[in-house]
């Protein structure tokens, strides 16, 4: 976990390797990205 410095808050971090390797992948992780961004969970 790592703190946001602007909003003060706890939030988790993701390293995906080679995620822009390819197509599939780049488009798998972006779908994911996105998702996440319209997301509020206190996890």
Same mark, same amino acid.
């Given at each position: 976990?790592a703190?946001?410095?602007? &909003?003060?808050?706890?939030?988790? /971090? %993701?390293?995906?390797?080679?995620?822009?390797?390819?197509?599939?992948?780049? &488009?798998?992780?972006?779908?994911? /990205? %996105?998702?996440?961004?319209?997301?509020?969970?206190?996890n």
């Amino acid at each position: 976990a790592a703190v946001d410095s602007e &909003k003060k808050q706890e939030v988790a /971090i %993701k390293k995906i390797g080679n995620a822009f390797d390819n197509r599939v992948d780049a &488009k798998r992780t972006l779908r994911e /990205i %996105k998702l996440l961004c319209h997301m509020a969970h206190e996890n």
